[in-house]
């Protein structure tokens, strides 16, 4: 079963890969294929579903010359998983701020779809077609 790999809002992804992590942008590439493919918890990356005090996220860590780089997502049903936050791992503080972003935007992303069907926020599909480095 194929899934869709979505992001939301538009600035997830590349945007955030660019602007805090663009070393980590081949192995992003990579991990979204494996997503889409197979699901949200592809073999050889250890997904982990943070429960409902997190707000159903669930968070994959990818390690990158020597820095720790973030992923925080949602799947949805079992054809669609939602990007909400890419960031490298720093202070606590830090940590605290960028699950609290990806738990504001997933609940703005259902806010929206559950609203009207027919006025949905964009989360576009990664179409970035280029191959990793």
Same mark, same amino acid.
């Given at each position: 079963?194929?899934?869709?790999?979505?992001?939301?809002?538009?600035?997830?992804?590349?945007?955030?890969?660019?602007?805090?992590?663009?070393?980590?942008?081949?192995?992003?590439?990579?991990?979204?294929?494996?997503?889409?493919?197979?699901?949200?918890?592809?073999? &050889?990356?250890?997904?982990?579903?943070?429960?409902?005090?997190?707000?159903?996220l669930w968070?994959?860590?990818?390690?990158v010359e020597?820095?720790?780089?973030?992923?925080?997502? &949602?799947?949805?049903?079992?054809?669609?998983?939602?990007?909400? /936050?890419?960031?490298?791992?720093? #202070?606590?503080?830090?940590?605290?701020?960028?699950?609290?972003? &990806?738990?504001?935007?997933?609940?703005?992303?259902?806010?929206?779809?559950?609203?009207?069907?027919?006025?949905?926020?964009? #989360?576009?599909?990664?179409? /970035?077609?280029? #191959?990793?480095?």
């Amino acid at each position: 079963m194929t899934y869709i790999v979505t992001h939301y809002p538009t600035v997830v992804y590349p945007g955030e890969v660019e602007a805090e992590c663009p070393e980590a942008d081949p192995e992003v590439v990579v991990l979204i294929s494996r997503m889409a493919s197979q699901g949200p918890s592809p073999t &050889a990356y250890k997904a982990k579903a943070l429960g409902k005090k997190m707000g159903g996220l669930w968070q994959i860590n990818l390690k990158v010359e020597k820095r720790q780089i973030r992923i925080l997502y &949602a799947p949805y049903g079992t054809e669609k998983i939602v990007l909400f /936050r890419i960031h490298k791992k720093s #202070s606590p503080q830090e940590q605290e701020r960028a699950y609290a972003l &990806a738990m504001k935007r997933k609940r703005e992303y259902e806010e929206a779809n559950k609203e009207d069907p027919k006025k949905k926020l964009e #989360s576009r599909p990664n179409d /970035r077609s280029r #191959s990793p480095r």
